[in-house]
């Protein structure tokens, strides 16, 4: 027959009190560890003694404590930066800062924890990232991957898509923060850029005399005409009797002091 807690001895007290609590503890951790929530935007990756038994949506999930747990996996647009340095056609030094914009497969994050596990980004995403840059940037000269920054984006993306999709990372977009050389290649691009904005100040300057040249013509050719419809008037005019006729237009009433040749007007004095 069970003695009652008052008629134990202080000894079987503490330990009638201390195994009571050990096993209200082991009740309560077992009761919680018995849920877990997997939150929006997440999958649980279901783990039962180091194997993958299935993949959980949000909310509360239940699991068998101390046997299974749950991974959770976040399937959201996450972002990825790296700095990537590689060699153009021409074995220029390029870096670079690279964007990569993705999210994980939601409905392929058991198949990837079970391969990859969830540090997939240092494992795989960065690797690929320097791998494909090294191989685009190789197909293009340090000057062509300035003027085609856009088709290097869009051969970089494709790849990346296409290399990613093989560990379940669907890629969204890529950027290209910043493209940067060496000195010496950053002062050449200056000196041809120096260069073509003379020559293209030069070429400006002689159009325009070019054009100031042919305006002059078309003026020469302008008053050439003029004097030509001229001549052509005073010849079917009779000739001397124009001139005669013009000199009486303009004569200002006085009569000359000189007479000179058979060109001069007559003029008659008696009038």
Same mark, same amino acid.
């Given at each position: ?58 909310? +509360?999930?239940? /699991? ?9 996996? &976040? ?18 030094? *390029?870096?670079?800062? *690279?964007?990569?914009?993705? $999210? ?35 197909? $293009? ?18 790849? +990346? ?15 290209? *923060? ?8 950053? &002062? ?32 020469? /050719? ?37 007479? +000179? ?11």
């Amino acid at each position: 027959m069970s003695k009652s807690f008052n008629e134990m001895s202080e000894g079987e007290q503490l330990f009638y009190v201390v195994s009571r609590v050990i096993v209200g503890i082991f009740v309560l951790s077992f009761i919680w560890g018995s849920f877990t929530v997997v939150g929006a935007g997440e999958r649980g990756v279901l783990v039962q003694l180091g194997n993958v038994k299935g993949v959980r949506d949000n909310g +509360l999930n239940f /699991k068998i404590p101390f046997i299974q747990s749950i991974r959770k996996i &976040n399937v959201q647009t996450q972002k990825e930066q790296v700095d990537a340095s590689a060699a153009s056609s021409d074995l220029q030094t *390029v870096t670079t800062v *690279v964007a990569l914009n993705y $999210h994980l497969d939601p409905d392929a994050v058991g198949k990837m924890y079970q391969e990859i596990g969830d540090d997939y980004k240092t494992k795989v995403i960065d690797p690929r990232i320097q791998d494909v840059v090294k191989a685009t940037t190789a197909k $293009h000269t340090a000057e062509q991957l300035i003027t085609r920054r856009e088709q290097v984006k869009d051969e970089t993306t494709q790849l +990346l898509r296409e290399q990613l999709r093989e560990s379940y990372i669907i890629v969204e977009s890529v950027a290209f *923060v910043n493209f940067d050389f060496s000195g010496s290649f950053n &002062n050449a691009i200056e000196a041809k850029v120096t260069a073509e904005q003379n020559a293209l100040s030069a070429k400006n300057k002689l159009e325009q005399v070019k054009y100031e040249a042919e305006q002059r013509v078309t003026e020469a /050719k302008g008053e050439a005409e003029a004097i030509r419809i001229q001549a052509q008037a005073i010849q079917s005019q009779g000739g001397k009797e124009y001139v005669s006729l013009k000199w009486v237009e303009k004569w200002n009433g006085q009569l000359p002091n000189t007479m +000179l040749g058979d060109n001069t007007p007559l003029v008659n004095i008696g009038q």
